[in-house]
């Protein structure tokens, strides 16, 4: 199971526009066209220093950039081989190879340790400036390399919705207590533990259970598209509830 989506939120630097996937409540992604997708960053934060928009007032979007992971030989390769990118953009991984890949990078990004599920498209954010090797976790004669160039400019993606939102799965706890965000606003759930969490909300949120499964240290963003209150749970933080509501 993937999502995007982590590692430690404190990144050095973040991006106030840092938009992120989106999985309404009838599954769709807005702006684009694979058939199952999922996300990955940081929490939104603060805008970085010197940061400049790529125009004046909202920056204009582009689309996400493709990185296809394939198989090659006896092992994975990305193709392309080398991307450049703007602060706050995303990038689709996309996995043609039958098999789960776990995505890390050096130096370390802010990313987590992201997994792409067989055919799975996984839209991974880069929220920090600077130039980074990023490999699939595979043995070194097997994984995937490639170079991802991040500018200090501040990029948006497009077809994508900010998260308003944030429920972090803690070692023993779920925060906050209560989240109120309006029907169709994006909801980014963070997996602050070293294991697999599931995501249950009663009554049915309508996402996709696939969509509410995260990997340690990995986050999801989705949208709630019913309005409602919802009391959700993870599976391996016993006894902890958040309460969600939609207006």
Known sequence: ????????????????????????????????????????????????????????????????TVVNVNKAGGGYQFDPASISIDIGEFVNFVDHTGVDHTVVSNPDAGLGKPSIDPGETQQIQFNLEGSYTVETGERESQRATMRVAVSSTVGVTCGVIPAVAILSIEPGALSPETLTLKANEGMSIVNDTTSGQQVKCTPDVGVDDDKLQLGPHESQTVVLARSGTFDCTADHVPGAHVKVVVR
Do not use: D, H
């Not at 990144?11 to 989106?22: D, E, K, L, N, S």
């Not at 992604?29 to 934060?45: D, F, I, Q, R, Y």
């Open 1 to 64: 199971m993937n999502i995007s989506g982590r590692a430690p939120l404190e990144a050095r630097t973040r991006v106030a526009v840092g938009c992120t996937a989106v999985v309404a409540g009838l599954a769709l992604l807005v702006g684009c066209s694979v058939a199952k997708t999922s996300t990955t960053g940081n929490k939104p934060g603060s805008a970085p220093t010197g940061a400049v928009a790529r125009q004046a007032g909202t920056p204009s979007c582009r689309p996400a």
